[in-house]
């Protein structure tokens, strides 16, 4: 199964989504489409200035696989997606997006982490090691859009977007 990992980062505070799809032209349809969208990347796509890009094209054995490889993005990156467990279908992703602040959640959170500690350290050094190349090859790849100039909305000076982040909490 060919799947992707993509990215949408939002140009006007770096906020960044990570997905995964088997077909990348739908999904990205599914984004657009405002009124159904439920998924966190809703933010980003309101603002409407970011860009959409492929992380990685690769074959897959299944979706589970395919959502392995989404969630080590995940994990290794600052993006949006908060919740660090192995996604089980829609569902997540809802429940994700509706109860992503709320106390329930961290509580979930926590006690994830504590039963799938072991499990994840193991994942993650597996696959730094079945995958340095690949890993490398992605911040190669992606490298220039961290140095893109941005123009911050709220004062108007112009900088990285890697620093927007930091620049917003710090001034605004
Ligand atoms: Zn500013």
Excluded: P
């Excluded at 799947?3 to 599914?30: C, W």
């Excluded at 405002?34 to 074959?59: A, H, M, V």
């Excluded at 959170?109 to 730094?128: D, F, G, V």
Aim: glycine share 2%; hydrophobic share 20%.
């Amino acid at each position: 199964m060919i799947g992707y990992i993509y990215y949408i980062l939002d140009l006007t505070n770096a906020d960044m989504y990570i997905g995964s799809t088997n077909n990348i032209e739908n999904r990205k349809r599914q984004h657009k489409q405002n009124k159904f969208n439920k998924c966190i990347s809703k933010k980003i796509i309101e603002n409407n200035n970011y860009i959409f890009e492929i992380l990685e094209q690769n074959d897959f054995k299944d979706k589970n696989e395919l959502h392995k490889r989404e969630q080590y993005y995940i994990d290794n990156n600052k993006c949006i997606n908060k919740l660090a467990s192995f996604r089980s279908g829609d569902y997540r992703k809802q429940y994700k997006y509706e109860y992503n602040k709320s106390n329930k959640m961290k509580e979930y959170y926590k006690n994830w982490n504590e039963e799938n500690k072991e499990k994840q350290i193991e994942y993650k050094k597996n696959y730094r090691i079945n995958n340095k190349d690949k890993t490398k090859n992605y911040y190669e790849k992606n490298k220039h859009n961290f140095y893109r100039r941005v123009c911050c909305i709220k004062c108007k000076k112009e900088l990285n977007l890697h620093s927007l982040k930091r620049h917003n909490n710090t001034y605004h």
